[in-house]
């Protein structure tokens, strides 16, 4: 029996290594992590990449929207010297790279971070053989809806956090916008968990993950309130925190 909520890895191990780059995935998943969660766009000319910004400023040498540049000037970016020297020359990862990497190891959740690349990132995943272990989460309802009609069976997670919270006046909504959309869980910023929230979606059948957890007295409050998952950029330090006492 589970004594703990699953840590999930947010964007790789990325308190430490370039996020969304296979060195940051590689890392975690030396950890006994449950999950791994990244961040999908596409390119110019149709290929899915790793990218949590719709720019590549913040995290790579090059400036630009990911949508704008093609796969080979995406590649040809430097993803890891702004995370620290060491990582010089770290790459984009295309999305079937890190399908690859992750398979059988943990579950990698996939958050689609724009509309119009649902059917291509569910196509990404069978043809490389890992449905059934790869989660879709998205802010986009309607990313949500898109995936639940191509694929019924994908296990797909909702996310919200401040912003819509209050669009929708409050935490609890959000359970019954899981629900509509087609989602079995509910990804919230972890400051809108309370113990009744986790209560509430419980008996709704609605599994709670919390992001992003930093704290070790965080995690270890969110798991007495028996939050499902964590996501976090410190793997490592969550795990040590959420260790059962001897």
């Given at each position: 029996m589970r004594c703990?909520?699953?840590?999930?890895?947010?964007?790789?191990?990325?308190?430490k290594y370039p996020e969304n780059t296979l060195r940051s995935i590689r890392?975690?998943?030396k950890l006994?992590?449950?999950?791994?969660?990244v961040d999908v766009r596409r390119s110019l000319d149709g290929v899915l990449v790793l990218m949590h910004d719709e720019a590549?400023?913040?995290?790579?040498?090059?400036?630009?929207?990911?949508?704008?540049?093609?796969?080979?000037e995406l590649r040809s970016l430097d993803a890891g010297s702004w995370r620290g020297e060491e990582f010089a020359g770290e790459p984009v990862p295309r999305l079937d790279e890190v399908l690859s990497e992750v398979a059988?190891?943990?579950m990698l959740h996939v958050e689609v971070k724009e509309l119009g690349i649902e059917?291509?990132?569910?196509?990404?995943?069978?043809?490389?053989g890992t449905q059934e272990s790869v989660v879709i989460a998205s802010f986009f309802e309607e990313s949500i809806r898109v995936v639940k009609t191509l694929e019924p069976a994908s296990p797909l997670t909702l996310i919200a956090g401040p912003r819509e919270a209050s669009r929708w006046g409050g935490a609890r909504p959000l359970v019954y916008r899981a629900i509509a959309s087609g989602a079995s869980c509910l990804a919230l910023h972890y400051s809108l968990v309370t113990?009744?929230?986790?209560?509430?979606?419980?008996?709704?059948?609605v599994a709670l993950m919390a992001w992003t957890v930093n704290s070790p007295n965080d995690?270890?409050?969110?798991?007495?309130?028996?939050?499902?998952?964590?996501?976090?950029d410190h793997p490592d330090e969550m795990l040590r925190a959420l260790e059962p006492s001897r």
């Open positions: 703990r909520p699953l840590v999930i890895a947010h964007r790789g191990f990325s308190g890392e975690a998943l006994p992590v449950d999950g791994v969660e590549v400023d913040r995290t790579t040498n090059g400036r630009g929207l990911v949508g704008r540049l093609s796969w080979a059988g190891r943990a059917s291509q990132v569910l196509r990404t995943v069978r043809e490389c113990t009744e929230l986790a209560t509430y979606a419980k008996r709704r059948n995690g270890k409050r969110l798991a007495e309130q028996r939050v499902d998952a964590l996501a976090t």
